[in-house]
């Protein structure tokens, strides 16, 4: 089992920034790959930006060059930077653990709330 708390939402006006922030305890075999998916009213959840314990990144198209994922794997932890968020970007991100043998997440957090509006 993999627990999580996550940090870091709340509201902002185009084309300012967030940061979130996770920190994962439990089974280190469950966090190879960490990252942030997200879900908006009315939409399938979907990926954000993923990051595994070698350090190999994904990310969205529609986040490419705004976003930036890092992970400190001695603390179990994982930030997403968000920069020139737009109003398309507002929905609940949840940070997600996986393991290594998965094709989905396999743990998700609680979610927190990204709302970008002026």
């Known amino acids: 089992q993999v627990q999580f708390v996550e940090s870091g939402g709340g509201l902002v006006q185009p084309g300012e920034s967030l940061r979130l922030f996770c920190s994962a305890s439990?089974?280190?075999?469950?966090?190879?790959?960490m990252g942030w998916f997200r879900q908006a009213p009315g939409k399938q959840r979907e990926l954000v930006a993923t990051?595994?314990?070698?350090?190999?990144?994904n990310y969205a198209d529609s986040v490419k060059g705004r976003f930036t994922i890092s992970r400190d794997s001695a603390k179990n932890a994982v930030a997403l930077q968000m920069n020139s968020l737009k109003p398309e970007d507002t929905a609940v991100y949840y940070c997600?653990?996986?393991?290594?043998?998965?094709?989905?997440?396999?743990?998700w957090g609680q979610g927190t709330q990204v709302t970008v509006s002026s």
């Open positions: 997600i653990a996986q393991r290594p043998d998965s094709e989905l997440p396999n743990f």
């Open positions: 439990g089974s280190r075999a469950s966090m190879y790959m």
């Open positions: 990051i595994t314990r070698p350090g190999d990144i």
